[in-house]
């Protein structure tokens, strides 16, 4: 076990267990809220709540172009493939913050250590 996994947050709950919960969106707007101590849980709430922010900006851009005549067809192709991608992702980013790493998402990563220190 590392540092991470051993830490309280100031939640009561393992460091580890509050991030992973952290990636159930309303959950991680209240731990960004009354987490304190443990930079570990910020930096998965922002990290969760980056990847709902994405997934909403995605979703819109494929409602958008749906409606486009002609290449509007092409999204019934694009939300399968996309929804499977998006929650795998979730998943792996859930499993990693139990088991406490600090995984970081290609772009949302960077972002949510440097906010995560802000907090």
């Given at each position: 076990?590392?540092?991470?996994?051993?830490?309280?947050?100031?939640?009561?709950?393992?460091?580890?267990?509050?991030?992973?919960?952290?990636?159930?969106?309303?959950?991680?707007?209240?731990?960004?809220?009354?987490?304190?101590?443990?930079?570990?849980?910020?930096?998965h709430?922002?990290?969760?709540?980056?990847?709902?922010?994405?997934?909403?900006?995605?979703?819109?851009?494929?409602?958008?172009?749906?409606?486009?005549?002609?290449?509007?067809?092409?999204?019934?192709?694009?939300?399968?493939?996309?929804?499977?991608?998006?929650?795998?992702?979730?998943?792996?980013?859930?499993?990693?913050?139990?088991?406490?790493?600090?995984?970081?998402?290609?772009?949302?990563?960077?972002i949510?250590?440097?906010?995560?220190?802000?907090l």
């Open positions: 076990m590392n540092d991470l996994q051993l830490q309280k947050s100031s939640t009561g709950l393992d460091a580890n267990v509050a991030a992973a919960i952290a990636y159930v969106p309303i959950v991680a707007l209240v731990f960004l809220l009354i987490e304190k101590t443990s930079r570990f849980v910020k930096f709430a922002v990290q969760s709540l980056g990847l709902a922010v994405g997934w909403m900006v995605i979703w819109f851009a494929l409602m958008v172009i749906g409606m486009i005549p002609v290449v509007g067809w092409l999204t019934v192709l694009l939300w399968p493939i996309l929804g499977i991608g998006m929650f795998v992702l979730w998943v792996v980013a859930l499993v990693k913050a139990f088991q406490g790493q600090q995984w970081k998402l290609p772009v949302l990563g960077d949510a250590a440097k906010q995560s220190t802000n």
